[in-house]
């Protein structure tokens, strides 16, 4: 599941606004939804691998199609 290099917060929000995901708010964390889903985005450079592997599985991504939004 660590297949994913760690990425900073910045990145990881445009590639899930690609994939229909929009903010809903903003602090220490960045929560987004895609009307069907919540993702908590925290907010360092880089998001661990496994933070990050975990985010996309709770986004119902694949970490192949995660790394072809980057």
Do not use: C, W, Y
Request: hydrophobic content about 45%.
């Amino acid at each position: 599941m660590s297949e994913l290099q760690g990425i900073s917060h910045l990145r990881a929000v445009k590639a899930f606004e690609k994939a229909g995901f929009r903010v809903l708010r903003q602090g220490k964390h960045i929560t987004m939804t895609n009307g069907e889903r919540i993702i908590t985005i925290p907010r360092a450079n880089p998001v661990n691998s496994f933070t990050m592997a975990g985010i996309v599985k709770d986004a119902g991504l694949s970490s192949d199609v995660f790394k072809r939004l980057l």
